[in-house]
């Protein structure tokens, strides 16, 4: 696993972050009660406030939720990379033991494993072009909200002073128009109000939506680690590799070659060996058949038979 640089538990520590921030910004609000009260609710003469409010409110729930489920996803993706390297390493029978079989190196690996059974060149640099491309998508609809957030709170305070406008001409048109003067001020108060909620929502989730991005890299980088550090050379047959293959082939011939010429040599010696055991079998049968002659005229003459001519 050294080979592996993934941050383990990335998505899992952002998640924490997230839950200790929002405890700490609902204390400060808790802490703030009063001044709550006082900028969103109290003496308020329309409900502008409220609803421009409440859609900045509801954007950023929405966009909130989208996060944190896709933190969780990738959190299992992590836990996924992480056992299938371990996999590998132990040089175990099934890489995929334990892994899901619909996680990205799962898919990465099945990918490779048809290429390689199709004898099909593979090409790392369009796998991770695709998985960039492909994991960019899950991240489209809370870079719309981190976009859009901001943009709410301006389009809250030109609607608020749009409505302080109205209430000045009214209150240009009668000097004594006490109802132009508190609409003057419920604008200016809402146009607040919308601004402090899209900033404080903005910088929220934008440091999130960043933290996002920073684990979707994270578990992007550590799957093409796995790719490039043990799936390309179990399943991609290179011209280095082949190389290095075909002279570790040569060498061994070259040691069978050297066993060869021993055995030769061994064979010639034990050639000259048999040579030498075959003269010592001729001489001594010829030693035999002689000392067999003179038995035989021995026994002739001791006997007084006859010749073999006579």
């Not at 981190?146 to 302080?164: D, E, H, K």
């Not at 003459?301 to 006579?310: M, N």
């Amino acid at each position: 696993m050294d080979t592996i640089f993934l941050r383990r538990h990335f998505s899992r520590n952002i998640l924490v972050r997230m839950v200790l921030l929002a405890a700490l910004v609902v204390g400060l609000l808790v802490w703030k009660l009063d001044f709550i009260n006082d900028v969103y609710f109290r003496n308020q003469l329309t409900l502008t406030g409220l609803l421009i409010n409440g859609s900045i409110v509801a954007l950023f729930a929405l966009g909130l939720l989208k996060t944190i489920g896709t933190f969780l996803v990738y959190s299992r993706e992590e836990s996924a990379v992480l056992r299938f390297a371990s996999n590998l390493e132990n040089r175990s029978h099934e890489p995929l033991d334990g892994v899901g079989s619909r996680t990205l190196i799962a898919g990465r690996y099945r990918t490779m494993q048809r290429l390689h059974e199709s004898n099909t060149p593979i090409n790392q640099g369009a796998l991770a072009a695709t998985l960039v491309a492909s994991e960019s998508t899950r991240n489209s609809f809370p870079k719309f909200i981190n976009n859009i957030l901001i943009l709410s709170g301006v389009f809250g305070t030109i609607v608020s002073l749009s409505i302080a406008l109205l209430g000045a001409s009214d209150l240009l048109e009668s000097a004594v128009d006490v109802g132009g003067m508190g609409l003057v001020v419920h604008g200016m108060s809402t146009a607040l109000s919308t601004t402090i909620t899209a900033i404080v929502c903005y910088v929220y989730f934008g440091y999130f939506y960043l933290k996002l991005t920073d684990v979707q890299t994270n578990l992007i980088s550590g799957i093409e680690q796995v790719t490039l550090t043990h799936l390309v050379p179990r399943f991609q047959i290179q011209t280095d590799s082949v190389l290095y293959e075909f002279s570790g082939l040569i060498r061994s011939l070259q040691g069978l070659v050297k066993q060869m010429e021993k055995s030769q040599k061994a064979l010639e010696l034990v050639e000259v060996r048999l040579a030498s055991t075959l003269d010592l079998y001729r001489d001594g049968i010829q030693g035999v058949s002689d000392d067999l002659g003179k038995i035989k005229i021995l026994l002739k003459h001791g006997f007084r038979l006859p010749d073999e001519d006579t």
